[in-house]
């Protein structure tokens, strides 16, 4: 860690730092963001395009007595390493260490926990709100990318914002990305903003004259309202989204230049009506391969910083890309099919898709409820729309399932990617609630693939449905299995209908119900069960709902005694609980022993391994339950 910042123990060292010294602070957390990224995996060009807005926050505010929220806090690293963290950074993301994300159980000067887009305003506006309520003195600060201010639970919190609190100050990171490319009006509306060169250069000439000297608060006062009206003049009033909404508008002000940055949050954190200030920065800046191209490097695994190559090869196809090249093969035959995004065209796929079929392709930004219902409007207007979604943000559009896709009974196919818990991102982006979730909604089919050819012959099935769909499948590579005889053997995908995959014995007393890609583990069990003396059948469930009940009392009736499940998936309310309920009726059924996530928030972790491992889901510890229950 370079000299500067190992030097750095909180946020009062942070200020205390000779203004001279503070370019050569931003250039070592750089090199440590990457350093740290390249060997643990993590959110590279997004914290690298921050550096120097978090050393301005950190110069001027005053954690925790002061609240700093971001949004949607994968930006936080180097927030981290200047708030008493930095001596435990190199622990980022693996078992037992820093979480990737803001969280308030590691530091207190994490205001508010975040992992997932839109948040950081409605919570930063609660902690006003209650500041006023208790009569507290501390500033409240959201720093919201130019893509998150599009979600739908941040324009319900600017609608609120003037009626709640009277001192806020919303940052808004316009970046020009989110994980992609933003979309949508409001982008457009900033980038007007930002690309005025008549009112940035007479800006720059005002502030370069000596504005920036100015510590009075009647100066300040008198600058600011000259600016409001340069900026109404200049910027043809594309301010005034926020201004009518009753917050004040400045900038924008380039988010890489300290002197700028710290002099805009001093002149407006004592601000008696909320603030919207607007900041250009550079996802990526400094890492040369992130500037170029910021997508590639918004979550990368272990790299290389030299040369900036992954310290592993793949060994496999990627689900996302088996589903976004089987969506291109279904679509040049099908017309209808169309593919909805929320902001990832690339996490999810579907970049080739976008590029071949553009006209077909939409991405709606990061607003998952509004990706769902209106997937379901062009269901309802003939289209068979594939809507693309993390399974962790597939949480947020649970109503729209509900209420607009399945109580019409709309033919919408919700594709959940990155299901199953994922280590290094933890908490808040483990996809295990989606069975749970979709679960008790009528009419819906949950299906997991086990291979990538299972998964392309799943989608076309799930088009062929009258009704609403989900197909689940992880995140990372699989060997990939289609044009193989393996693959050309399998089973035609009908609706409820598990697979033996294969036996122990001829009449086993245990059957092996795994859903999704979990041979390895199913593999280990029936060799701990066979060396035990107790044959097995290994059956891939292929359906989470609806479960085949008809083959489990087949197998009940042939002298099976248990059943054990496993799900990477929370296990309450999951795809055990629906074995269970399917064998409940039989005279004498077997007993369930369900092996999933338990009632608990699952940290992070180095591997899935070692969350395996700790929870006691390993193929050994459901070896010693089965045979107990036998």
Not at 35 to 63: K, M
Not at 157 to 171: D, F, H, P, Q
Not at 303 to 330: C, M, Q, R
């Amino acid at each position: 860690m370079g000299p500067i910042l190992s030097a750095i123990r909180g946020p009062a060292d942070v200020k205390a730092l000779p203004a001279e010294k503070l370019p050569a602070l931003a250039a070592e957390i750089r090199e440590e963001i990457v350093r740290t990224v390249g060997a643990n995996g993590g959110h590279l060009a997004s914290n690298l395009g921050v550096v120097e807005l978090t050393i301005a926050l950190l110069r001027v505010f005053d954690p925790p007595a002061d609240s700093v929220l971001f949004d949607v806090s994968h930006q936080c690293y180097a927030w981290k390493l200047l708030t008493g963290r930095a001596d435990r950074f190199c622990t980022l993301r693996r078992t037992n260490g820093l979480a990737g994300f803001q969280k308030r159980s590691e530091s207190p000067c994490d205001a508010f926990g975040s992992g997932h887009a839109g948040n950081a305003l409605s919570a930063a506006l609660g902690l006003a709100a209650a500041r006023d309520r208790l009569g507290g003195a501390g500033a409240v600060v959201a720093v919201v990318g130019d893509a998150s201010i599009a979600n739908g639970v941040s324009l319900e919190a600017l609608n609120n914002v003037r009626e709640t609190a009277s001192r806020l100050l919303l940052v808004l990171n316009d970046n020009e990305m989110s994980i992609g490319r933003p979309t949508g009006a409001l982008s457009r509306a900033f980038g007007r903003m930002l690309a005025s060169p008549r009112y940035n250069r007479w800006k720059a000439a005002i502030e370069d004259y000596g504005v920036r000297r100015l510590r009075m608060g009647w100066m300040r006062e008198h600058y600011h309202a000259f600016e409001s009206r340069l900026k109404s003049l200049f910027t043809r009033r594309n301010n005034t989204i926020f201004e009518q909404l009753g917050l004040r508008y400045v900038g924008p002000v380039d988010g890489h230049d300290l002197p700028a940055l710290e002099g805009a949050f001093r002149a407006l954190k004592d601000s008696p009506v909320p603030v919207v200030l607007h900041v250009a920065t550079q996802k990526g800046r400094g890492y040369a391969p992130a500037e170029r191209d910021p997508e590639p490097w918004h979550g990368p695994a272990p790299f290389d910083p030299a040369t900036g190559l992954p310290l592993k090869k793949p060994d496999g196809v990627s689900w996302s890309a088996v589903f976004g090249g089987e969506l291109e093969k279904i679509a040049e035959t099908d017309a209808r099919v169309h593919a909805v995004v929320a902001g990832m065209a690339a996490g999810t796929g579907l970049s080739g898709f976008a590029r071949t079929y553009p006209r077909r392709f939409r991405d709606v930004g990061i607003c998952e409820e509004h990706q769902l219902t209106f997937a379901a409007g062009l269901a309802a207007g003939g289209l068979r729309p594939v809507a693309a979604v993390y399974a962790t943000f597939f949480q947020r559009s649970v109503d729209a399932m509900v209420h607009d896709a399945a109580l019409q009974g709309l033919p919408v196919v919700l594709a959940l990617d990155r299901a199953g818990v994922v280590p290094g991102d933890g908490a808040t982006h483990h996809g295990i609630f989606d069975i749970a979730l979709l679960r008790p909604i009528p009419g819906v089919a949950v299906l997991a693939p086990r291979t990538p050819a299972e998964l392309a012959a799943m989608l076309r099935f799930a088009l062929s449905l009258p009704g609403p769909s989900a197909i689940r499948y992880p995140r990372g590579t699989a060997p990939d299995d289609r044009g193989t005889a393996a693959a050309a053997a399998l089973p035609p995908v009908r609706l409820g209908r598990a697979v033996e995959l294969s036996r122990t014995r001829e009449k086993p007393e245990v059957a092996i119900w795994t859903l999704g890609p979990q041979d390895a583990w199913a593999a280990e069990l029936a060799a701990l069960l066979e060396a035990r003396g107790a044959g097995s059948v290994h059956v891939d469930a292929r359906f989470a709902k609806p479960v085949d009940a008809a083959l489990l009392r087949e197998e009940a009736a042939a002298g099976v005694r248990v059943v054990c499940t496993f799900e990477d998936a929370a296990r309450t309310g999951g795809f055990g609980e629906g074995v269970r309920d399917a064998v409940s009726d039989l005279p004498a059924p077997p007993r369930v022993v369900s092996f999933g996530w338990p009632d608990a928030f699952v940290p992070h972790a180095s591997s899935r391994d070692d969350l395996l491992a700790a929870f006691k889901l390993t193929p050994a510890d459901a070896a010693a339950a089965v045979l107990a229950a036998l």
